[in-house]
């Protein structure tokens, strides 16, 4: 078992930054491939940015050159650092974790076992 707390959410206008974190704990041994996904009112919950236990990082399009998703094994912990913000952006952000899972599948959402209970984040224009 693995348990995820985010925390960083809040508001933010449009450009501006935030960072969110996530932090597990229980049977994380660094070898787990984590990600970050997000949930607009009214839309299906779309992955952000992944991230392997060896630092390979996938992006979606809507975010690439913006967010940057890293972690520190050490403290068991992923980050998310989202610049650039806009208000399509606002949303609840989950983090996720998984086991042994593969690249390709970074960002599918029905790949993840362990969900955070998420995080809002408002950006407004």
């Known amino acids: 078992q693995v348990q995820l707390v985010e925390s960083g959410g809040g508001s933010a206008q449009a450009g501006g930054s935030l960072r969110l974190s996530c932090a597990a704990s229980?049977?994380?041994?660094?070898?787990?491939?984590m990600a970050w996904f997000r949930q607009a009112p009214g839309k299906e919950r779309e992955g952000v940015a992944g991230i392997t236990s060896d630092g390979r990082t996938a992006y979606a399009d809507a975010v690439k050159g913006r967010f940057t998703i890293y972690r520190d094994n050490g403290k068991n912990s992923v980050y998310l650092q989202m610049n650039s913000l806009r208000s399509d952006d606002t949303a609840v952000y989950f983090c996720a974790a998984e086991l042994n899972l593969a690249y390709w599948l970074l960002l599918r959402e029905d790949a993840y076992t362990y969900w955070g209970q998420g995080t809002q984040v408002t950006v407004s224009s």
């Open positions: 229980g049977n994380t041994n660094g070898r787990n491939r």
